[in-house]
């Protein structure tokens, strides 16, 4: 699912050695008992997935918040409320883990992501900045 979008085919690598990487990358996250990975499936078939990490922060007073990562429904299962469900799993469960909030963060030419976690409740609050190291 990550290489089935326009941003997803400029930076995924799903050549054997990018098939590693993400194996590696599997391995922390089931490591990490702040790190959480949900696959949504129907018939045994993978439509939706996302992750979630728990973190600890000092701002807002000191509130653990969620912050979600990765959400994807499969194309073909858009318009259909599987990524709506799948947030309201996310914020249940961060809720469930004594968090305060959660965010996200959404590539800036998504609008149609944009619009639809703003139909969720969501608000726009920060500027995002990467660097890569």
Not at 7 to 31: M, N
């Amino acid at each position: 699912m990550l290489w089935a979008d326009p941003q997803g085919r400029l930076r995924e690598d799903c050549t054997a050695t990018g098939r590693a990487k993400y194996q590696a990358a599997f391995d922390a996250i089931k490591a990490d008992p702040n790190a959480h990975l949900f696959v949504m499936t129907r018939a045994e078939e993978v439509i939706g997935c996302a992750q979630i990490n728990i973190l600890a922060g000092l701002s807002y007073s000191g509130t653990t918040r969620g912050l979600i990562e990765d959400v994807r429904v499969r194309e073909d299962e858009r318009g259909q409320g599987h990524g709506r469900r799948l947030l309201e799993h996310l914020c249940n469960f961060a809720t469930a883990q004594g968090c305060g909030l959660v965010e996200l963060f959404v590539h800036q030419d998504r609008d149609r992501a944009h619009y639809f976690y703003r139909e969720l409740g969501f608000t726009q609050s920060h500027f995002g900045f990467r660097r890569t190291l």
